[in-house]
Structure formats: structure tokens, C-alpha cells
């Protein structure tokens, strides 16, 4: 059974900065393109960067380009996002989950960027 846990998240004022963190159980992360998604109430969830399998490669939505990084680590089957420079916008749940093979969601994280 696959399992994906987000964690990491919290209150940050405007500016400021987290690292979130994705652990994965049943899955063999290597062998997926990974991304982070994030959804606000009312609105469909996104996805904000992908990463390819080997690490080399990411892409990012316009509105995060520049501020996020997405990072992997196959030994380990985690995922991480660092996320810099924060801003109101970015305050929604945020989730991990494979491109290539979408699994369950997990509970995600909640970030919330606010003064």
C-alpha cells in the first residue's frame, strides 16, 4: 500500500521561509517523476514543480519559478520543497505525489503565509 506523508508546514510571516518534506512508503520513488501540488479551499489543486526521476531536471509553475526549489533524495525515498520568499498566495495545503503514476493522496501540509 502506498503511503505518501507530507510534513514540514506551519505559519510563516510574509518573506519568510520552509522546507517541506514528503516521505514515501510502497513506491520506489526513483522510479516515478515526482511533484508537489497545493490546493486553497474552493479551488482545484495545482501543481507548483515536478522533478525527474534522476533529480536533473525540475520545472515549476510561473508563480513559484524563482522562489522554490523541489529536491530528491532516492536513497532515502523522500522529496523535499524549500520554499523562500514567501507570500500570502502561497497559503494553501500543500502535497507530494508521482506524476508518472498518480497514488493516493496523502493528508498534506498546511503552509500559511501570513502577518
Known amino acids: 500500500q502506498v503511503q505518501l506523508v507530507e510534513s514540514g508546514g506551519g505559519l510563516v510571516q510574509p518573506g519568510g521561509s520552509l522546507r517541506l518534506s514528503c516521505a514515501a512508503s510502497?513506491?520506489?520513488?526513483?522510479?516515478?517523476?515526482m511533484g508537489w501540488y497545493r490546493q486553497v479551499p474552493g479551488k482545484h489543486r495545482e501543481v507548483i514543480a515536478t522533478i525527474s526521476r534522476g533529480g536533473d531536471s525540475t520545472n515549476y509553475a510561473q508563480t513559484v519559478q524563482g522562489r522554490f526549489t523541489i529536491t530528491r533524495d532516492n536513497d532515502k525515498n523522500w522529496i523535499y520543497l524549500y520554499m523562500n520568499s514567501l507570500k500570502p498566495e502561497d497559503t494553501a495545503v500543500y502535497y507530494c505525489?508521482?506524476?508518472?503514476?498518480?497514488?493516493?493522496w496523502g493528508q498534506g501540509t498546511q503552509v500559511t503565509v501570513s502577518s
Open positions: 505525489n508521482s506524476v508518472t503514476i498518480p497514488q493516493p
Open positions: 510502497g513506491i520506489i520513488l526513483s522510479n516515478n517523476v
